[in-house]
């Protein structure tokens, strides 16, 4: 009787066809129309090359595609078009990697330009759709939102001079609220229309003086009665910040100087004994906001400040916001009574890397009122 191993030395090329015919072929017999060539090399009617998997003619699977100009594309096919991933290869240079459907650049994906240029982000019907970032060889970048290849949405642009924009984009144009920050430090906030700016704003100098501002289609008005009417307007229409209860805040942007208020009733308090000591963790949680606490050794009513590796924030899903190392928050607690802990608290300065640059944020004028156990949510 032969052993297990020499029957398998005798027979290992026959057990290696079947298992090849097992692993591939038996699949596709089961789930393709018909079965397709493995690595076999056809010309297509239009003239294109095809290496790969095809049924019927059609490419259907991994393969390879070159086409009459001399463009590559290298990936996955559906009845003959592109879907899933792959590479596709310009003659001039361009190479985009990344999602398709249809044929069609479709999800997330980078194409680099021969000249220097380099998109990475969402895409739609083979244009750039939704978040995405575009950096020009110059050192110019845009990143923000994107519709049918143009800038649509909220999205930021800096320019390699420093000049710098944030805010409102239609149809590729500044358009809506927005700040134009200039090389120099001057600024402009306020309304842009059709990439100019258009209505009443606040100027500021590299100085520090700011003063309200008239524009109409970029050009500035100086006339002191229309100026006048444009300062009854923007005291008229200041946002307000009123507290009333739970967890609010002044969320400030250093690049902007734009200020919002935040604010949100799913917050509370917990408490736990370490080394002797008693913590007190206070945790905000909002639609548009995350912070969370701690308070090392609590003591009741008074003034505590909070080291960097004691606090995590975050507002509107970004990563988080840091406090340097140097810094410290300061959390006031001015009422204890209850179960209920009230207090106020400041962040002097949050910062965050993103795209190689370092974004700086405040948040001040904190107000919160929490219970001891979360609030029941909607």
């Not at 949680?285 to 080291?307: L, P, S, T, W």
Request: aromatic letters at 12%; charged letters at 25%; a positive charge.
């Amino acid at each position: 009787m032969l052993s297990i191993s020499a029957f398998i030395g005798r027979n290992c090329g026959i057990l290696v066809k079947s298992l090849f015919f097992i692993l591939l072929v038996v699949p596709t017999l089961l789930f393709a129309k018909e079965s397709p060539a493995f690595l076999e090399s056809i010309k297509l009617p239009t003239g294109d090359q095809y290496d790969g998997q095809y049924i019927q003619g059609v490419p259907n699977g991994r393969g390879t595609l070159v086409k009459v100009n001399g463009d590559q594309y290298e990936g996955v096919f559906v009845d003959g078009k592109f879907e899933g991933r792959g590479i596709y290869n310009w003659i001039n240079g361009d190479e985009y990697k990344g999602k398709w459907a249809s044929g069609e650049r479709e999800g997330f994906g980078s194409l680099q330009y021969a000249n220097g240029n380099r998109y990475e982000g969402e895409w739609k019907d083979g244009l750039r759709d939704g978040r995405g970032e575009l950096s020009f060889r110059s050192g110019t970048r845009y990143e923000g939102m994107w519709k049918k290849g143009l800038k649509h949405g909220e999205g930021m642009l800096v320019y390699r001079s420093g000049q710098r924009y944030i805010g409102a984009y239609k149809n590729d144009l500044r358009h809506g609220r927005g700040v134009l920050v200039m090389p120099n430090g001057d600024s402009y906030r306020g309304t842009f229309s059709k990439d100019k700016e258009h209505g009443v704003g606040e100027c500021s100098s590299k100085t520090g003086s700011v003063e309200t501002c008239l524009f109409n289609k970029g050009v500035r008005i100086t006339k002191k009665s229309l100026v006048d009417r444009a300062v009854m307007y923007q005291k008229k229409n200041a946002p307000t910040y009123e507290y009333t209860g739970g967890f609010g805040f002044v969320f400030e942007d250093g690049f902007t100087k734009t200020r919002r208020y935040l604010q949100n009733d799913h917050v509370w308090w917990e408490s736990k004994v370490a080394l002797l000591a008693t913590e007190l963790r206070i945790r905000s949680e909002g639609a548009n906001q995350f912070i969370y606490f701690v308070i090392r050794e609590y003591d009741g009513v008074g003034k505590y400040r909070i080291k960097p590796s004691d606090l995590l924030v975050s507002i509107e899903g970004s990563d988080p916001l840091t406090l340097p190392q140097a810094s410290e928050a300061i959390v006031e607690v001015t009422s204890e009574h209850k179960g209920v802990i009230e207090g106020t608290f400041i962040l002097p300065v949050l910062s965050l890397i993103k795209g190689g640059a370092e974004l700086k944020y405040t948040i001040r004028n904190g107000r919160f009122e929490a219970a001891n156990s979360p609030p029941p949510k909607n």
